[in-house]
């Protein structure tokens, strides 16, 4: 059983930062693609990035609305995932959510953003961006 445990939400205003966390635990190979997703009020939820250690290459994978924004990474002695958010917009506002699978969800050189092969979720944290 994979659990996770999201903190560092928050509201800021636009052009600001935030860093999310996601604490995990569980057996290591269910967790061998991890990623942030997020679910807008009237939208549906969507891929943000993908973290994959697996063969110990880094594999990271971001959706387009944050490429350059956005950093994924994992600090593994910690067993905590990040997520660093930068140049915040009112569009980025969501619950932010973790989310861990086996290499099941691994394919073309990264683990896939799309929200239906993730099995283990975490609760997660709000974030608002707001002036």
């Known amino acids: 059983q994979v659990q996770l445990v999201e903190s560092g939400g928050g509201s800021v205003q636009p052009g600001g930062s935030l860093r999310l966390s996601c604490a995990v635990s569980?057996?290591?190979?269910?967790?061998?693609?991890m990623g942030w997703f997020r679910q807008a009020p009237g939208k549906e939820r969507e891929g943000v990035a993908t973290?994959?250690?697996?063969?110990?290459?880094?594999?990271?994978a971001y959706a387009d609305s944050v490429k350059g924004r956005f950093t994924i990474a994992e600090d593994n002695a910690k067993e905590t995932l990040y997520l660093q958010m930068d140049n915040l917009s009112t569009e980025d506002t969501a619950m932010y959510y973790c989310a861990a699978e086996s290499i099941a969800a691994y394919s073309g050189g990264a683990c896939r953003l799309d929200v239906s092969e993730y099995r283990n979720w975490g609760q997660g944290t709000q974030v608002t961006v707001s002036s």
């Open positions: 973290y994959s250690n697996y063969g110990n290459r880094v594999r990271s």
């Open positions: 569980g057996p290591t190979y269910r967790r061998a693609c």
